[in-house]
């Protein structure tokens, strides 16, 4: 299958500093790119979608301006979580769509453990 | 009410066994029905997905839709070890979105 490469696969972080979460896809074009968030044991959040060229668009009660997410080229989407606190721990996962299409060709980065200390 | 609503588990199961895994949604609208799988600390990939209402089978994994009462299954036939992991149903809304549900964690003891 196609392949997702999300960086770094964990970072450790002071209270008030920016982290930066790359998501690369390998061997295709991606126009749009989603970006998740997961507490422990609970499900996938949607945080913002984002389309190569234009602004992101955020879901409900995500902080577009604590959340920056540029998707410069169609294959590289980043997410820059900025002055973090440790509520913003957790697990981030991207999501790449083929801009090929087909309902099944979006795949999944591994992940990023934010720990915010 | 969540749009899509997943017992969490855990559910544990001896080797060989039959697995049922089930949501249920609100949307009607929905259309495409996704099941992904989440092991420990790694990123969702796509086991199967079914259109509309009706079963899809892939191996020993078999996806159904019952879009008149709102309910997706995914069973898992001569469960294994390595089938232990979290599995997500992920209905997908008309704009291309993903709706996740909580996601139920399985292990599959020898």
């Known amino acids: 299958g196609a392949v997702v490469s999300q960086h770094p696969s964990r970072v450790i972080c002071k209270s008030g500093t920016s982290v930066k979460i790359e998501c690369r896809s390998l061997?295709?074009?991606?126009?749009?790119m989603f970006w998740y968030r997961q507490f422990p044991k609970q499900s996938l959040m949607l945080m913002a979608t984002?389309?190569?060229?234009?602004?992101?668009?955020?879901e409900q009660g995500v902080e577009k301006d604590k959340f920056l997410i540029n998707h410069a080229s169609l294959t590289l989407s980043t997410l820059t979580v900025t002055s973090a606190h440790p509520e913003d721990s957790s697990f981030y996962i991207c999501?790449?769509?083929?801009?090929?299409?087909?309902?099944?060709?979006?795949?999944f980065g591994q992940g990023t453990r934010l720990t915010v200390v | 009410q969540k749009e899509v609503e997943q017992d969490p588990g855990p559910l544990s199961v001896p080797e060989g066994a039959i697995v049922s895994l089930n949501c249920t949604y609100s949307?009607?609208?929905?259309?495409?029905f996704m099941w992904y799988r989440q092991y420990s600390r790694k990123g969702p990939e796509l086991l199967m997905y079914?259109?509309?209402?009706g079963n899809k089978e892939d191996g020993r994994f078999t996806a159904q839709v019952d879009k008149s009462s709102k309910y997706i299954s995914l069973f898992i036939r001569d469960s294994q070890p390595s089938d232990s992991a979290t599995y997500l149903c992920?209905?997908?809304?008309?704009?291309?979105?993903?709706?996740f549900g909580q996601g139920t964690e399985l292990s599959v003891k020898p």
């Open positions: 079914t259109y509309s209402s």
């Open positions: 999501s790449a769509r083929d801009q090929r299409g087909g309902v099944h060709r979006a795949f």
């Open positions: 984002s389309n190569e060229g234009s602004k992101a668009t955020y």
């Open positions: 061997d295709f074009q991606a126009t749009t």
């Open positions: 992920a209905p997908r809304d008309q704009g291309g979105k993903l709706i």
């Open positions: 949307n009607s609208a929905f259309q495409y």
